[in-house]
């Protein structure tokens, strides 16, 4: 079983840029797709990028095209994403989960979800 934490989060001003990191334990990580979630208050979880298990592959939610950029190092088990111009729409609590169903963006094919970091962006 896989188990994720995530961490990186804060305050940042509008434009400007944060790394995200999630590492997770279990020595079958590099076999699994890894997914980016947000959820802002009163908002419901949103999908916002996934990588497949190799990393050769990825894609986003259009709203952080260009923008934002997944990654992964299966040798640290540790997933990133890079976050660049920064908007308030942004501000958020970040999460990161597996998925045995790459390609999806629907919340109920992700699972063992971490505790979430803080992303707060300033305008």
């Known amino acids: 079983q896989v188990q994720v934490v995530e961490s990186g989060g804060g305050l940042v001003q509008a434009g400007g840029s944060l790394r995200l990191s999630c590492a997770a334990s279990?020595?079958?990580?590099?076999?699994?797709?890894m997914g980016w979630f947000r959820q802002a208050p009163g908002k419901e979880r949103e999908f916002v990028a996934a990588?497949?298990?190799?990393?050769?592959?990825?894609y986003y939610t259009d709203s952080v095209k260009g923008r934002f950029t997944i990654s992964r190092d299966n040798a640290k088990n540790t997933v990133y994403l890079q976050m660049n111009s920064l908007e308030s729409e942004d501000t958020a609590v970040y999460y990161c989960a597996i998925t045995l169903r790459y390609g999806s963006t629907r919340f109920a094919d992700f699972g063992s979800w971490g505790q979430g970091t803080q992303v707060t962006v300033s305008s």
């Open positions: 990588i497949n298990w190799r990393g050769s592959s990825t």
């Open positions: 279990g020595r079958s990580f590099s076999t699994y797709a």
